[in-house]
């Protein structure tokens, strides 16, 4: 056991479970410190599926000013905590930038204001708005920021530009003109634990995709957010992006591509795409999604088909972040819509994506009529519908497949 002390406060650290290596504080640039920590085991964030895990990124600066940017979940608190301490005394802390007060960023902060209670909180005025709803926060000591807004900690200046709603109406990011630094915190993450911490050090596509799953779940109902920000980022000479999720972006080329794929994705245009997801009980609604799947083909348009029984809600939307056509199947169950049918509608109404087409479709035995509810759906979102909703009774025959396919 390794016991660890600074400022009365103790920390034990278990070597065999947490291994050296997880504690190293890491040197990411000219006096800039990774100092967050890995979530290993991660799997499930608000309904989000994340096999891959995630990190919670946190950044020590080390100017004349010792600023710390964001912190980790709580339970990560004391990793933190000892990686911070390999660099500095954390009662030395100046500053704190929060840029985000979702739990995930700020669950350290009570802890870090306790050892430094000298440490100056930084964050906009939404931010110390939701701190002070979360946490104890009567004896800290604010500095509020806005957009265009610069702090000076010696060599550096730090630069803010609050993104509202981006995806809570707290969120902005810190920039760091002299380094090219940005640390812009919920964007530009992916939910991803790996064993480096630099996207150019792991498989392009994974980062990629990872990334795109991040956007398509956390932040496409906030596209126009997304737009606004990328053009404030417009005018910054950026060398890395540390996001507060997963993997730093540090390579040219990496950098323009995903600030590229955010303006894509923000943009909400579709690709010539269709999604067929669906659920089933005896097959009947998966026949009619293959009739639908065939329908598009025929088209010339592709298609790709999830079933919600084997495909987590989180993965089909990415699926739908670029697809021009939603088709959606359900099999009737008491009148109403099927259970996982009835968890992606809400699932997609809180993604609230604009500018598709939507398409219902299903079987049913006793009474029908329940397609409706998605059709609304889609009504309500503003979703073009040129087809009504298609629904069989019971098993559908190849001359109701064929219709189906025909109508598509």
């Not at 709580?74 to 840029?99: F, G, K, W």
């Not at 010539?272 to 998966?286: P, R």
Request: net charge negative.
């Amino acid at each position: 056991m390794l016991k660890v002390i600074y400022n009365n406060y103790h920390l034990t650290i278990n070597p065999i479970i947490t291994g050296k290596k997880t504690m190293q504080a890491e040197k990411i640039g000219e006096d800039l410190y990774w100092v967050g920590a890995k979530d290993w085991n991660l799997r499930e964030f608000h309904g989000y599926a994340t096999p891959l895990g995630s990190t919670y990124n946190a950044y020590l600066i080390m100017d004349e000013k010792k600023v710390l940017v964001d912190t980790v979940k709580h339970y990560c608190t004391d990793e933190m905590l000892a990686r911070i301490s390999q660099v500095i005394d954390p009662s030395e802390i100046d500053m704190v930038v929060c840029n985000h007060v979702e739990m995930d960023h700020s669950g350290a902060i009570p802890k870090i204001m306790e050892l430094a209670p000298n440490a100056v909180m930084v964050t906009s005025a939404s931010g110390k708005a939701a701190l002070t709803e979360h946490y104890d926060t009567s004896k800290w000591t604010f500095q509020l920021v806005k957009t265009g807004d610069t702090i000076n900690i010696g060599k550096r200046n730090l630069e803010f530009i609050c993104t509202p709603l981006l995806h809570w109406p707290d969120s902005m990011m810190t920039y760091i003109p002299e380094d090219r630094y940005l640390l812009p915190n919920d964007a530009f993450g992916q939910h991803y634990s790996a064993d480096s911490i630099f996207a150019d050090e792991m498989p392009n596509d994974i980062v990629f995709d990872e990334a795109k799953k991040y956007f398509a779940n956390i932040l496409y109902p906030y596209c126009m957010q997304a737009g606004k920000a990328l053009k404030q980022l417009a005018d910054k000479d950026m060398k890395m992006i540390a996001p507060s999720h997963g993997c730093i972006w540090r390579d040219s080329k990496q950098i323009k591509d995903i600030i590229d794929s955010y303006a894509y994705w923000a943009s909400g245009e579709n690709k010539n795409k269709a999604l067929v997801v669906y659920d089933t009980m005896w097959g009947s609604t998966e026949a009619m999604a293959d009739a639908v799947k065939s329908g598009f083909e025929d088209a010339g348009i592709k298609v790709v088909k999830r079933s919600l029984n084997h495909c987590d809600i989180s993965d089909v939307a990415v699926d739908l972040l670029d697809a021009k056509y939603i088709a959606i199947g359900n099999p009737t169950l008491n009148n109403n819509l099927f259970p996982r049918v009835a968890a992606f509608m809400a699932y997609l109404k809180g993604l609230a994506p604009k500018n598709k087409t939507g398409f219902a479709f299903g079987s049913f035995g006793w009474k029908g009529g329940v397609l409706n509810v998605i059709q609304d759906t889609y009504t309500e979102m503003g979703w073009k519908t040129p087809l009504p909703p298609f629904e069989t009774k019971y098993v559908p025959r190849s001359n109701i497949l064929e219709e189906l396919r025909e109508e598509v």
